[in-house]
């Protein structure tokens, strides 16, 4: 029988971040264009040390942690993105984001399990209250722990990368009922079969 306990810690720092971030936002005609870049530092990441035995009295196996600061994790990266007005009524969008994360120090365990690649793109129609969408959403591999506690690199297993299709329908009723929106949503519309870390 294992029995584990897990011990607060008095002497913990809070985590800081540290950010920077430039944007700028444009508009050409029936085209809007956004351009981000940015850095952040996480540092006295709050995690728990390794399980440590402090009792072995048959069949029963103590083990004990506690919360410590440990390392930090720098990340930067950035976002463009593109909006068109096709008609009055339809436009369309395109975006596509960048992020590269770093642990220091450490094995990488948490900076591996973010992708570094995301897009989207679709379009976006509205008319006399009626409203549709129709967009897709790709997402880049990455890796992922198999085991909660204590994982090494050993126990990152793969992610590929996979895209959904998805729709949306809806009205938005005006005058006595302006804010109300009825909709149906469909999500991966080609009923493609992917791994997802919620």
Do not use: C
């Amino acid at each position: 029988m294992l029995f584990r306990s897990t011990d607060g810690n008095r002497n913990l720092e809070p985590e800081r971040m540290e950010t920077v971030e430039i944007a700028h936002n444009g508009r050409f005609g029936p085209v809007q264009t956004s351009l981000v870049g940015f850095h952040y530092t996480l540092n006295q990441i709050i995690t728990t040390n390794p399980m440590q035995i402090v009792g072995t009295i048959p069949p029963t196996l103590d083990v004990q942690q506690s919360y410590v600061n440990q390392g930090e994790i720098s990340a930067w990266g950035g976002e463009a993105g593109l909006k068109m007005r096709l008609t009055s009524w339809l436009s369309s969008f395109a975006n596509y984001s960048y992020q590269y994360l770093h642990d220091s120090p450490g094995e990488q365990i948490m900076s591996r399990q973010s992708p570094r690649h995301k897009a989207n793109a679709g379009l976006l129609a509205k008319k006399e209250g009626w409203t549709g969408n129709l967009w897709m959403n790709w997402v880049d591999k990455t890796q992922w722990v198999s085991v909660v506690q204590d994982p090494t690199p050993a126990d990152l297993m793969p992610v590929s990368a996979y895209f959904l299709l998805n729709a949306h329908a809806g009205y938005a009723f005006k005058d006595r009922w302006n804010g109300l929106e009825i909709g149906v949503t469909a999500s991966n519309l080609l009923n493609h079969d992917h791994y997802e870390v919620l």
